[in-house]
């Protein structure tokens, strides 16, 4: 008896450690995803996803459709800060012509052009060029997109109640309200918040990072 109650004791200890490993390595597991998703994000702020340009259009010199895109389309005067980097179409199969066209991924040597472009787009709802309507989208991994989608709602409530609000990177919901400056990182709590205490008595101003 003495000797059974020693291995179950012992088996208990080792289920308990094993218990504890466990959840550290979860958490340090869910640390360095964090700082990878961190990373993947912070390396794509200065491209922009644009939708909507045909097939083809871009000739043989990309760059220069994409500046005659900022210049004719959102009427932005070009200098060094709109210099581009580089610029492809998304690696996949040319589409026909009945089919969207693939997505043109567009990187700013400077982030403040890629900030900028984005804002034209969304102050101009988009561009028309070469009979080609245009979207402009910032780009982020899947998982930090949908972390700012579930904002949506929060922002409808500010927009309707005219309460001046900012989407900050990498999805942080930022307002003031009776002086008090407050940030939310979780979706439903800062619907929550505004639908139980906001009314709105300011205007209102769209995120940073907006899409259109």
């Not at 060094?80 to 567009?106: N, T, Y």
């Not at 990187?107 to 709802?125: H, I, P, Q, T, Y």
């Not at 080609?132 to 998982?143: E, G, W, Y």
Request: glycine share 6%.
């Amino acid at each position: 008896m003495t000797e059974a109650e020693t291995r179950i004791s012992d088996a208990e200890d080792t289920v308990q450690q094993l218990a504890r490993d466990r959840e550290l390595h979860s958490q340090r597991i869910d640390a360095l995803w964090s700082r990878i998703e961190d990373l993947e994000n912070r390396s794509r702020r200065n491209n922009i996803r644009m939708l909507g340009l045909r097939e083809g259009s871009e000739g043989d010199d990309i760059k220069a459709c994409i500046e005659k895109i900022l210049t004719e389309g959102l009427k932005i005067v070009i200098d060094g800060e709109f210099e581009v980097e580089r610029a492809h179409r998304s690696p996949a199969a040319r589409r026909d012509e009945d089919q969207p066209p693939r997505v043109l991924m567009i990187r700013f040597l400077r982030s403040s052009g890629r900030d900028k472009v984005l804002k034209a787009a969304r102050e101009k709802n988009g561009a028309t060029w070469n009979g080609c309507r245009l979207s402009f989208f910032p780009d982020m991994s899947k998982s930090l997109a949908d972390k700012r989608k579930a904002f949506t709602p929060a922002k409808r409530l500010l927009h309707a109640k005219k309460v001046r609000f900012t989407l900050a990177f990498p999805a942080i919901l930022k307002f003031s309200w009776r002086g008090r400056k407050l940030n939310f990182q979780d979706a439903t709590e800062a619907e929550k918040f505004i639908q139980q205490r906001v009314t709105g008595t300011e205007f209102e101003e769209g995120d940073d990072d907006g899409e259109h």
